[in-house]
């Protein structure tokens, strides 16, 4: 009596104990253990019965090598396409998986112009490539679509955007290179370090709706060559200290445009 169903299509064999040809199958585990070396799947196959054991299938990869090469291993129910190595049955190679009625695409070719190829992960995690004329881009993005990193080839930007928190880490120096630099933030701004360097080669300006307020155990202002330092207000100002006060060069304070000076009236 065959071990095959009359109703199952069966692979033709050239001669006895050899298959030929490409057979489709299911994977039906893809679990490393002691009888999975590794990068195997075991599958199953229309032909034989359910009792039948299969043997573990090596999975043919587009690039794979010593420490290199890709790794994507079927997932369960996945439909895949099987070779026997030299016909041998306990030896099968899967060469690919197709999309099926119960497993469609992840993408559509609607337009004709096939211009997206992507990467999908089981929880929805993606790489995309989209080449649509004017809007060519690259796109990683994770599962919620809120976190993306979006290479914009048509408007020449790099994008990039989180639901929450972004961390930059260097052990050494983080180096940034720009014509203009913006930084905007609708709360705090925040910048600390041992020491706090600015230079501005031409104008340094710093401005506040409400209050400005420089404090530290020493607090040196330099004017240097023959400049004026001014300090104005419309309101009342006051400049005091414990020791003596010396000027290298002019000092000037303004109330409201009129002169005054704290500790002496005009000649």
Known sequence: ????????????????????????????????????????????????????QTFWARIAVPMGGKERGTYFLPEKDDQLLVVFEHGAIDRPIIIGTLWSKQQEPVENNESGKNNVKLIKSRTGHRIVFDDKEGAERIVLVDKSMKNKIVIDSAKKLIKIESSKDI?????????????????????????????????AKSTFSSKASASIVVSGSQVTINVNNSAACQVSGSGAGSLGAMASEKAKDQVEEKKGGAGGGGGGGGG
């Open 167 to 199: 961390e930059i880490k260097a052990k050494q120096n983080v180096i940034i290179h720009c014509n203009a630099l913006k930084i905007g933030t609708t709360e705090k701004l925040t910048g600390k370090g041992k020491d706090l360097l600015t230079h």
């Open 1 to 52: 009596m065959s071990l095959y169903p009359l109703d199952r299509v069966m692979p033709l064999a050239l001669r006895a104990g050899k298959i030929r040809g490409i057979q489709l199958a299911i994977a039906v585990d893809n679990k490393e253990d002691a009888d999975n070396p590794g990068f195997r799947c075991k599958v199953k196959y229309p032909w034989l019965a359910e009792s039948e």
